[in-house]
Structures are given as C-alpha cells and as structure tokens.
C-alpha cells in the first residue's frame, strides 16, 4: 500500500462488534423512519449510461462492480478478442475471474481492478454522507482479497473530498464472505420473529 491514509484491519472480534452493531442501529432506523425500506448502497449511479442494472436504471454501481457483473464484463472482453485463461471457462463467474486473478491472468486482474475502483468511487460518497469508522465488504467481490481491495483503496483516497475521513477507517472483507447478506436475513427474521 503506497504511503498516506492507509486502508486498515481490523481484529475479526472487534469487526463483528462494529459490524454487528451498526446494522442493527441502520436496520431500526430504517424499519422506523423509512417503511421498512433498507438502504440500497448497490444501485447508486457511478458510470452515466452505463450497463443496465437489474433495478431498470443504468450505471449503478451493483451493475458495474458486483460479481455478477465482473463475470459479465469479462464474457464482454472476451467477445472482444481479449486473451485470457478464461476463455476456456464459460459461462465466467464471478469465482473463476478471482481465481485466475490470483493466477496473474491480466484480464481477470483488470476486471478486479476496475470493479475496486468503482467501488472506492461509490465509497468516497458513503464516507462523506455517513462518515463511518469501519467499512465491511460483503458478497461476491469480497472473495478476491488484495487484488480488489488496493485498487478500491487508491480510488478511496483519490476521491474522497478529504483525507480526514480516512483517518480512524478500517475496511475489511465480510468474515462470512459470500454468505455474509443470507446470514444477516437470517438473523434479523429470527429477531423480528422473537418480538412478535
Ligand atoms: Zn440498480
């Protein structure tokens, strides 16, 4: 990581309790203040006319830089003429692409790379709306570790309006990694169940 603010770790126990507390503060809030609808951080638009969201609207950032749309950009540049282990590996997922990241395939890093930057654009915005000590990655994306996780943080620090905001943040992948949003279903339908 180049020097300056640095995109830190934090301990697994103090992530769960960051984590943990946060959603239930934002769920409740929600549940009382917005009828019962959630923040959708994903379909947030980053890219003017870009690729057709599953909302109906264009260029959010779930259509740009989900796992699902990693593996679409892929097939993409593959239909290009791109050279990747990965034309061997169709239909591309989400999973193959990280995979062959990790295996130095430069496709499958350049699709990680341009998925972390529009991640850290998006994330520029959150940090100056809600300014948070700690960021937690969840989903897809949050499997390909460094190679999506320094480019996002470069894209970070070169978009946030200060680097203060910055200062005291922590980013982590989800310690429960793609299973991290059917866990939290499952706990929050547990506790709405046990209060009614
Ligand atoms: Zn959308």
């Known amino acids: 990581m180049a020097a300056g603010p640095r995109c830190n770790r934090v301990m697994a126990s103090e992530r769960a309790r960051l984590s943990g507390r946060t ?7 929600q549940g009382r203040r917005w009828r019962g609808l959630a923040a959708e ?9 870009g690729p057709l969201c599953g909302c109906g609207q264009r260029g959010h ?3 740009i830089a989900s796992g699902t ?22 239909p591309v997922t989400a999973k193959a692409v990280s995979k062959a990241a990790h295996a130095g395939d430069k496709l ?20 100056h ?16 570790g460094n190679l ?5 943080c470069e894209s970070l620090k070169k978009h946030v309006l200060t680097r203060h905001y910055l200062d005291r943040l922590t980013i982590e992948p989800a310690a429960l990694g793609d299973d991290a949003g059917l866990m939290g279903a499952l706990a929050l339908a547990r506790e709405i169940e046990s209060q009614v």
């Open 41 to 49: 951080l994903g379909h947030v638009t980053v890219l003017h006319d």
């Open 69 to 90: 749309a990693i593996a679409r950009w892929v097939e993409e540049e593959l239909k290009r003429g791109s050279v990747s282990s990965l034309v061997n590996e169709r």
């Open 108 to 127: 499958a890093i350049a699709a990680l790379e341009r998925a972390g930057r529009f991640i850290g654009q998006a994330l520029a915005d959150y940090l």
């Open 129 to 144: 709306i809600f300014n948070p000590t700690a960021v937690i990655i969840g989903g897809g994306v949050s499997l390909s």
């Open 23 to 29: 959603m239930k503060n934002l769920l409740t809030q």
């Open 61 to 63: 950032l779930e259509a």
């Open 148 to 152: 999506l996780l320094d480019p996002l």
